[in-house]
């Protein structure tokens, strides 16, 4: 019975790792053992693998190329990515990685986002923190103010102390205490003189009726006289003062000339005010004459020059007013 090339095959498998002649001789010298017949048979399936194994030795050499193809292929990609990979020109096309910082630049405040946190120590601040600056909810210590700052609990106790005992920060004061504290440079309290404060101690004087100059009547007057007679008036507390009218007579002929002195609190003694004042003529109030603002306790009217009209050598006093 005829040796079937299919059970050849089965029995005789090629080994590509050997020489294709030296396993076809191995096979055929091993067929010739049997018949004439089984030995054409063999022959042609020796034929047949023969034609295999080259076709098989010609797809492992294509693999081979092909692998190789692919290795030098993926080894150039390696070496020389910028001959394969466009370079990236916008940022938006990055996904992943670290930008370096010498690549950013000009970031504005704006761009910073409100929860950035960034630390105090980063910060160059080219100019000084300005009040307006600073949030009212801050909530800045005290103790990060000046020293001669207060709380406005602080600020109403002491308000509450200064209104409950004033005699504990305000002294009563005479005109030589006043003198002293200026002289040591302080400061004293002192009101705007009003008429009423003009009028409430009545006037005295070296004249014949110096009260009749601060009562409130423009129908008496006070008769001066004799040469440096005067009247005085005390507002019995520090005032301000900076104007002066009187009242005049039809019997004045305007020749008649008086002084205005105050007490000068600093020298302790009675200073010019305002020299040289003509007797009016008319029996009305004359306009509110200006002067050098000061600060007094009392005034003092002195008639230098007698006028000489109708009424024969006197100054007719009918009513003053020196004020602020």
């Given at each position: 019975?005829?040796?079937?090339?299919?059970?050849?095959?089965?029995?005789?498998?090629?080994?590509?790792?050997?020489d294709?002649?030296?396993?076809l001789?191995?096979?055929?010298?091993?067929?010739?053992?049997?018949?004439?017949?089984?030995?054409?048979?063999?022959?042609?399936?020796?034929?047949?693998?023969v034609?295999?194994?080259?076709?098989?030795?010609?797809?492992?050499?294509?693999?081979n190329?092909?692998?190789?193809?692919r290795?030098?292929a993926?080894?150039?990609?390696?070496?020389?990515?910028?001959?394969?990979?466009?370079?990236?020109?916008?940022?938006?096309?990055?996904?992943?990685?670290?930008?370096?910082l010498?690549?950013?630049?000009?970031?504005?405040n704006?761009?910073?986002?409100?929860?950035?946190?960034?630390?105090?120590?980063k910060?160059?601040l080219?100019?000084?923190?300005?009040?307006?600056?600073i949030e009212?909810?801050?909530?800045?210590?005290?103790s990060?103010?000046?020293?001669?700052?207060?709380?406005?609990?602080?600020?109403?106790?002491?308000?509450?102390?200064?209104?409950?005992?004033?005699?504990?920060?305000?002294?009563?004061?005479?005109?030589a205490a006043?003198?002293?504290y200026?002289?040591?440079?302080g400061l004293?309290?002192?009101?705007?003189?009003?008429?009423?404060?003009?009028?409430?101690?009545p006037?005295?004087?070296?004249?014949?009726?110096?009260?009749?100059?601060?009562?409130?009547?423009t129908?008496?007057?006070?008769?001066?006289?004799?040469?440096l007679?005067?009247?005085?008036?005390?507002?019995?507390?520090?005032?301000?003062?900076?104007?002066?009218?009187?009242?005049?007579?039809?019997?004045?002929?305007?020749?008649?000339?008086?002084?205005?002195?105050?007490?000068?609190?600093?020298?302790?003694?009675?200073?010019?005010?305002s020299?040289?004042?003509a007797?009016r003529?008319?029996?009305?109030?004359?306009?509110?004459?200006?002067?050098?603002?000061?600060?007094?306790t009392?005034?003092?009217?002195?008639?230098t020059?007698?006028?000489a009209?109708?009424?024969?050598?006197a100054?007719l006093?009918?009513?003053?007013?020196?004020?602020d």
């Amino acid at each position: 019975m005829p040796i079937r090339p299919v059970e050849i095959m089965e029995k005789h498998t090629y080994d590509p790792d050997k020489d294709g002649i030296i396993a076809l001789a191995q096979l055929v010298a091993e067929v010739c053992n049997n018949t004439d017949t089984d030995t054409k048979v063999a022959a042609e399936a020796a034929a047949r693998i023969v034609d295999v194994d080259a076709e098989e030795a010609d797809r492992i050499a294509d693999v081979n190329a092909e692998e190789t193809a692919r290795i030098n292929a993926l080894t150039t990609h390696t070496e020389l990515p910028a001959a394969h990979h466009a370079k990236t020109i916008d940022a938006s096309e990055l996904t992943a990685g670290i930008l370096a910082l010498a690549r950013l630049a000009g970031i504005t405040n704006t761009q910073i986002a409100a929860g950035a946190a960034i630390v105090y120590t980063k910060l160059a601040l080219t100019g000084a923190i300005k009040a307006a600056d600073i949030e009212a909810a801050a909530g800045i210590p005290l103790s990060k103010l000046e020293s001669a700052v207060c709380s406005e609990t602080e600020a109403d106790n002491k308000i509450t102390t200064h209104k409950g005992d004033a005699s504990a920060h305000h002294t009563a004061y005479t005109d030589a205490a006043v003198l002293a504290y200026l002289e040591e440079g302080g400061l004293v309290a002192a009101v705007l003189a009003t008429v009423a404060d003009f009028q409430t101690n009545p006037a005295t004087g070296t004249a014949p009726n110096p009260e009749r100059i601060n009562d409130n009547n423009t129908a008496s007057w006070d008769t001066v006289d004799t040469l440096l007679e005067y009247e005085e008036v005390d507002f019995g507390k520090v005032v301000i003062i900076k104007r002066w009218r009187q009242y005049g007579s039809v019997e004045h002929d305007g020749s008649g000339r008086f002084t205005i002195q105050y007490w000068d609190l600093v020298a302790g003694a009675w200073a010019d005010w305002s020299t040289d004042i003509a007797t009016r003529t008319l029996a009305s109030w004359s306009e509110l004459i200006t002067e050098t603002i000061v600060y007094t306790t009392k005034v003092k009217i002195i008639h230098t020059t007698l006028d000489a009209g109708p009424f024969t050598d006197a100054n007719l006093v009918y009513e003053m007013e020196i004020i602020d």
